[in-house]
Every structure is written in structure tokens, then in C-alpha cells.
T-cell receptor, first 119, second 114 residues
Framework: GDSVTQMEGPVTLSEEAFLTINCTYT??????LFWYVQYPGEGLQLLLK?????DKGSNKGFEATYRKETTSFHLEKGSVQVSDSAVYFC??????????????????FGTGTQLKVEL | GAVVSQHPSRVICKSGTSVKIECRSL??????MFWYRQFPKQSLMLMAT?????????EQGVEKDKFLINHASLTLSTLTVTSAHPEDSSFYIC??????????FGQGTRLTVV
């Protein structure tokens, strides 16, 4: 079945440091890939997404490129801020092998990576 | 973005009792709602998918008689953990979506069964 593997945390960085959170996936079909972020006390929010190979998703300075050859979707940011401290989840949704239930798409998540950014 | 409100955020209950968790879409009509649970250091695992007005579809290994899901309206879905036991202690998260749009997530509910 589909699965997502992401690096374990917590990841602790100093402000303005470069961030990489690794994410790899296995899927039988043609997945769309997502990064979600969860700030303390809040729900998961979609950070960025990519729907096909070589697509780059970007938002708020974060980027991730859909690499089919390495089945990866690593999250990067050139200069992190304290306000980026949160838990980041990599996820995939596979329209072909997943379940479509009345318009719903099943999301498969990684374990989440906690990021702590310090001054 | 759209707002999904989940309530309560934390609940502690005694073993053998039932707990109800609500998931509301505040500014849109959710045709589909999803319920996930997350154990420490593990992925969010989909428990069930519910469509308004119909029975929920449960993932393999999830007991439908233990985790009762009701999606009675386009803005409300409830998850009831019946006869809760300590092993049901977990973080439960709902999400809601309309067809062909992204899913929006609630804040999650931390359930502790003592």
C-alpha cells in the first residue's frame, strides 16, 4: 500500500539557518504530494503541494520538488524564523489506487517532524 | 482558508465510558469528513470516511461499533468512542472537504482514558 516516510525530529535550528526535512514515498499509482504544517494548538494547514513529477510547490518561503526518480518530496527553506516552529507532515493522495468516496481523497501521512527554531 | 472547528481539544474520561468528539465546518458545507488518529511518534492513520447522510466507510482494522461516526449535516460530524479503554488514548483529528477541493483540518482532540 501507499506509505510516506519522513525524518524523525525534533529538528532544532538557529534563526536564519537552512532547513531540509526529508520525505520519501511509495505509491502504486500517480500520487499528489503535500506538506502540511501544524502550529501549536492549531489544526493542520496545507503548506504546499505538487501534483505531478518535477512540479515545485512553494509557499511562505518553503519549497518542495516532486522527484519521481527518487520518490522524494523534501521540504526546504533558505532561512527559517522562530515563527516557523511547528510540526510538519508530508502526505500523499493517490487518485488511482486510493479510495474515492463521494469526492473525498484519502491522504496518507508521514509521522510528522517537529521543527524548533531558536534565536 | 476555510475553518474546521473540533471540540473538545482535550478530554479525560474514565474507562468504560463514552466520549463524543465534534467536528464542524464553520464557513463551508463539507460533503466529506475524515477521522484520523495519531499515536505518539506515528503517522496520522485514517480511521474512517463519512459522507453527509450516509454511513461511514471504515478502514481495515477499525471497529465500527466502537468508533461511531455520524455525519448528519453538511457542517457537522461526530465521533463517539464507546466503552473507552486506556488503549484508546490518542490524538484524534478530523478533516472536512468539498469535492475537488483541499481538505481542511480541525485542531485535534487529545483523549486520555484513565
Amino acid at each position: 500500500g501507499d506509505s510516506v516516510t519522513q525524518m524523525e525530529g525534533p529538528v532544532t535550528l538557529s534563526e536564519e539557518a537552512f532547513l531540509t526535512i526529508n520525505c520519501t514515498y511509495t505509491a502504486t499509482g500517480y500520487p499528489s504530494l503535500f506538506w502540511y504544517v501544524q502550529y501549536p494548538g492549531e489544526g493542520l494547514q496545507l503548506l504546499l503541494k505538487a501534483t505531478k513529477a518535477d512540479d515545485k510547490g512553494s509557499n511562505k518561503g518553503f519549497e518542495a520538488t516532486y522527484r519521481k526518480e527518487t520518490t522524494s518530496f523534501h521540504l526546504e527553506k533558505g532561512s527559517v524564523q522562530v515563527s516557523d516552529s511547528a510540526v510538519y507532515f508530508c502526505a500523499l493522495s493517490d487518485l488511482r489506487s486510493g479510495r474515492l468516496t463521494g469526492g473525498g481523497n484519502k491522504l496518507t501521512f508521514g509521522t510528522g517532524t517537529q521543527l524548533k527554531v531558536e534565536l | 482558508g476555510a475553518v474546521v472547528s473540533q471540540h473538545p481539544s482535550r478530554v479525560i474520561c474514565k474507562s468504560g465510558t463514552s466520549v463524543k468528539i465534534e467536528c464542524r465546518s464553520l464557513d463551508f458545507q463539507a460533503t466529506t469528513m475524515f477521522w484520523y488518529r495519531q499515536f505518539p511518534k506515528q503517522s496520522l492513520m485514517l480511521m474512517a470516511t463519512s459522507n453527509e447522510g450516509s454511513k461511514a466507510t471504515y478502514e481495515q482494522g477499525v471497529e465500527k461499533d466502537k468508533f461511531l461516526i455520524n455525519h448528519a449535516s453538511l457542517t457537522l460530524s461526530t465521533l463517539t468512542v464507546t466503552s473507552a479503554h486506556p488503549e484508546d488514548s490518542s490524538f484524534y483529528i478530523c478533516s472536512a472537504k468539498t469535492p475537488y477541493a483541499e481538505a481542511f483540518f480541525g485542531q485535534g482532540t487529545r483523549l486520555t482514558v484513565v
